[in-house]
């Protein structure tokens, strides 16, 4: 990601734990897992790269949450990045969200609330002095 990019981006991207599959609503292939999310948009780990500037309608497989009965979200998104990934067989692909709604908002809260990967670091006990 360029610095451009990082200037633009208004929220902080949360990296996710759960391996959240994200296919193309009408043409019903998986296009990856979801990396990180937003509510302004994602990025996706996927085997086959995507060309910027390309709209799709995206189907998020929902994780499991409590208190939540939905299985799949849909929203338009628009392609605004895509490189390599570290592993050569994979490509990060940037979309922006063209549209979320309240309910698209909450789901997201939801989803980065439950399964985003803590970087806090641990408060561990204080130890006695080391016995020789």
């Known amino acids: ?8 981006r208004k929220q902080e991207r949360k990296t996710l734990v759960a ?7 009408y043409g019903g292939n998986l296009l990856g897992y979801l990396g990180d999310l937003t509510v302004s948009g994602a990025m996706i780990i996927s085997e086959k790269a995507m060309k ?20 799949r979200m ?24 063209k549209e979320v709604k309240d309910e698209h908002k909450k789901l997201i809260e939801t989803i980065i609330q439950n399964y985003q ?16």
């Open 117 to 132: 990967f803590r970087r806090d670091v641990p408060i561990y006990p204080q130890r006695g002095p080391v016995v020789k």
């Open 74 to 97: 849909s929203m338009t998104a628009r392609v605004v990045w895509c490189q390599q990934d570290l592993s050569p067989q994979y490509f990060n692909i940037g979309f922006e969200f």
């Open 19 to 25: 391996y959240t599959q994200v296919f193309d609503l």
């Open 1 to 8: 990601m360029n610095k451009k990019t990082d200037e633009r």
């Open 52 to 71: 910027p500037d390309t709209d799709i309608t995206l189907a998020i497989e929902m994780p499991e949450l409590p208190d939540i009965k939905v299985v």
